[in-house]
C-alpha cells in the first residue's frame, strides 16, 4: 500500500488541522546554512518542487544561501505537513484495522517506511535534495508476528537496503548472500544487513555506518555527494562523478567536504571539515568512506 502524504502538496482533509494549533507552530531552530558549508551542498529549493506552485512563485524568493521563505508561510507549512503526516498515520491504521478484522494480524509482516526525510525551513532549506541529516533520516519500522510482539527499539543504524533482507528472513526464506564487488550479472544479493538479528538482540553486534547520496550538476559537471553516518559523525565528500558505463566517483577532484559531530552538533550547523582538532577522525572518515558499506561490516 503506498500513500503520497505528506509529499507536496500539503493536502489533507481539513479536520486534521485542528491537532496542530496555530499558536503551537513553531518555527525551526537553525534558519541558516551551516558555518563553513561548501556551495555545493545547498539546494536553491525555488528551482525544486517548490517552484511547481503559484503561491510559492508569487513570494519571489531567490532560494540562494541564508534565504528561506517568510516565517508566515514556514509556519503555514510545518502545520500542512503535519496534519498531512497525521492524516497518513490514520490511514495506516485504518489498514492494521482491516487485517486485525480479516484475522491476518498474526501471520502478516508489516513495513512501515517513508523513502526520505524532508526539509521544513531547517538550514532555510526546504524538500529533500540534500545531504543533511534531515533529508536523509526517514522512517523504518518492521513488525514480526512472534518476533516484535512486546515492541522492540534499537539505536543502532539501519538503512533502506537492509529491509529486503529482513523481510526474506521474517518470511523463513533463509539469508540472502552479499553482494558481490560487481553485481550487475547477479541475480539474488543484498548490500543490506537483515534486521532480524536486531530484533532479538537490539543491543547485538552491527555494522558502524549508514550511506546515502545525492547528484549536484555544477557548470555541466556532475558530482555526486557521498554521506556517511557512524554513531557520532555525519562526513560527506563531492567528487566530479562519471555516469555510463562506469558510474564511479573522482576522489581527487572534490568540489566539497563536510563534517558534522552529532555530539555537539546534532542541527549540523557547524561544518568541522578541515578543522585541526578533527584532522585525524576526518582522515578515518574518508578513507572508510572510499571503502564504501562493505569497510563498516560487523566483523
Given at each position: 500500500v503506498g500513500f503520497h502524504r505528506p509529499h507536496l502538496p500539503f493536502v489533507f482533509p481539513k479536520s486534521f488541522l485542528k491537532y496542530y494549533p496555530e499558536n503551537q507552530i513553531r518555527l525551526p531552530n537553525n534558519p541558516f546554512a551551516p558555518i563553513n558549508m561548501p556551495e555545493v551542498a545547498w539546494i536553491n529549493y525555488e528551482k525544486e518542487e517548490l517552484a511547481a506552485y503559484k503561491d510559492q512563485r508569487a513570494l519571489n524568493c531567490s532560494g540562494n544561501i541564508n534565504t528561506t521563505l517568510p516565517e508566515t508561510d514556514v509556519l503555514a507549512l510545518r502545520r500542512g505537513y503535519y496534519a498531512a503526516l497525521s492524516w497518513t498515520d490514520h490511514l495506516v491504521g485504518m489498514v492494521t484495522d482491516r487485517l486485525k478484522e480479516l484475522g491476518f494480524e498474526n501471520d502478516t509482516i508489516i513495513s512501515f517506511w517513508g523513502d526520505?526525510?524532508?526539509?521544513?525551513?531547517?538550514?532555510?532549506?526546504?524538500?529533500?535534495?540534500?545531504?543533511?541529516?534531515?533529508?536523509?533520516h526517514a522512517p523504518m519500522i518492521v513488525r514480526v508476528?512472534?518476533?516484535?510482539?512486546?515492541g522492540?527499539?534499537?539505536?543502532?543504524?539501519?538503512?533502506?537496503?537492509d529491509l529486503f533482507p529482513?523481510?526474506?528472513?521474517?518470511?523463513?526464506?533463509?539469508?540472502?548472500?552479499?553482494?558481490?564487488?560487481?553485481s550487475k550479472d547477479t541475480d539474488f544479493c543484498t548490500e543490506g544487513n537483515s534486521l532480524v538479528p536486531l530484533m532479538k538482540n537490539p543491543k547485538g553486534p552491527w555494522k558502524g555506518a549508514a550511506f546515502s547520496q545525492y547528484p549536484?550538476?555544477?557548470?555541466?559537471?556532475?558530482?555526486m555527494g557521498y554521506t556517511m553516518r557512524t554513531d557520532q559523525f555525519r562526513y560527506t565528500e563531492?567528487?566530479?562523478?562519471?555516469?555510463?558505463?562506469?558510474?564511479?566517483?573522482?576522489?581527487?577532484?572534490?568540489?566539497?567536504?563536510?563534517?558534522?559531530?552529532?555530539?555537539?552538533?546534532?542541527?549540523?550547523?557547524?561544518?568541522?571539515?578541515?578543522?585541526?582538532?578533527?584532522?585525524?577522525?576526518?582522515?578515518q572518515l574518508s578513507i572508510a568512506l572510499h571503502k564504501g558499506w562493505?569497510?563498516?561490516q560487523e566483523r
Open positions: 526520505h526525510g524532508w526539509q521544513l525551513g531547517e538550514h532555510g532549506e526546504w524538500c529533500k535534495h540534500t545531504n543533511f541529516e534531515v533529508a536523509t508476528p512472534g518476533l516484535t510482539d512486546e522492540v527499539v534499537t539505536e543502532r543504524l539501519t538503512e533502506f537496503v529482513t523481510l526474506v528472513e521474517a518470511a523463513d526464506l533463509g539469508n540472502m548472500p552479499l553482494c558481490p564487488n560487481v549536484r550538476v555544477r557548470n555541466g559537471t556532475h558530482i563531492w567528487p566530479s562523478f562519471t555516469y555510463k558505463p562506469d558510474y564511479k566517483p573522482d576522489w581527487s577532484n572534490l568540489f566539497g567536504v563536510e563534517l558534522y559531530d552529532h555530539q555537539v552538533d546534532p542541527e549540523e550547523n557547524y561544518n568541522m571539515a578541515n578543522d585541526p582538532k578533527y584532522q585525524q577522525i576526518q582522515k562493505r569497510s563498516v
